[in-house]
């Protein structure tokens, strides 16, 4: 984990005490951050263009994904189980959630579900920010059917 890098726990925790604070009260960047994509991850949306507001979002949910699997194992790391736990739950509601991207029809990952309003000519949904939602998350598990590495 490269936020903690060589450094320890204890080390971590003394210097940088408002980056990650296990208790949910306190001044926290990174657990503030964190909690507000569980409760905030299904909300009506717009898209990394601010063209469309929907429901979902390919790469708003793959970079949800991300920050909460790379945060479930910093909260574990910093000894916050319960923490944890609840992000790798929600983790795992993003996953599939993510399943309802994929356009079995035209054999493509949808950029867009759940279109309220916004730009209504982008009818394919199809569009480049799939992509670089890929490259952006970066994830290296090779179970990871969105993962670039599956690719290789």
Not at 64 to 82: M, S, Y
Not at 102 to 127: A, F, M, P, S
Not at 139 to 146: K, N, V
């Amino acid at each position: 984990m490269n936020l903690l890098g060589n450094m320890s726990v204890e080390a971590f925790k003394s210097q940088y005490p408002y980056l990650y604070y296990p208790d949910l009260g306190g001044d926290s960047t990174i657990k503030s951050d964190l909690e507000y994509i569980t409760h905030h991850w299904a909300d009506l949306s717009f898209d990394p263009w601010e063209e469309s507001y929907a429901f979902g979002h390919f790469f708003n949910s793959i970079a949800q994904r991300e920050a909460l699997t790379i945060g479930a194992k910093l909260a574990r790391k910093l000894d916050d189980p319960g923490a944890a736990d609840w992000y790798d739950l929600h983790v795992k509601e993003i996953n599939n959630h993510l399943k309802l991207f994929w356009n079995q029809d035209d054999t493509y990952i949808r950029c867009t579900v759940g279109h309220e309003h916004g730009v209504e000519w982008k009818t394919n949904n199809l569009d480049t920010s799939v992509i670089i939602a890929v490259l952006f998350a970066n994830s290296t598990s090779p179970e990871d059917p969105y993962s670039i590495c599956t690719a290789i």
